[in-house]
């Protein structure tokens, strides 16, 4: 059985995820959770299904969509390194400082102009 790990950052969205939604629904929180983890461990088992996105990161990390989640990972690792888990709608570039690249740096300058 494949595993994986959480990052700190990853843990911390995972419960602003839970915790805002409870705000609403306690038991939709804890779908959400666990669709959540259920889509980590399918990850671990075939990592290679997520998106490589060249524009938001190194070609190791892969981005995988859960409904309105992105789930931000390492697929070469063992066990696969979680490193964040965010909405759809939050700004990326912003979110993953790691993300260095000519791209990026253009688009930053165009979002400022």
């Known amino acids: 059985m494949s595993s994986y790990v959480l990052s700190a950052e990853a843990q911390q969205d995972l419960e602003e995820i839970a915790a805002f939604i409870a705000l609403d ?11 959540l983890l259920d889509a980590m461990q399918l990850l671990s088992e075939m990592p290679r299904i997520g998106v490589i996105r060249t524009s938001l ?27 964040r888990v965010l909405s759809g709608y939050r700004d990326l570039v912003a979110l993953l400082p790691w ?3 000519e791209d990026i740096e253009l688009y930053r300058a165009r979002v400022a102009a």
Do not use: Q
């Not at 859960?66 to 390194?81: D, Q």
């Open 25 to 35: 629904s306690p038991e939709a929180a804890r779908r959400v959770v666990t669709e």
């Open 99 to 101: 993300v260095v690249s």
């Open 57 to 83: 990161a190194e070609a190791d990390v892969r981005f995988w969509v859960i409904r309105s989640r992105i789930v931000v990972y390492r697929a070469e690792t063992n066990p696969l390194e979680v490193l």
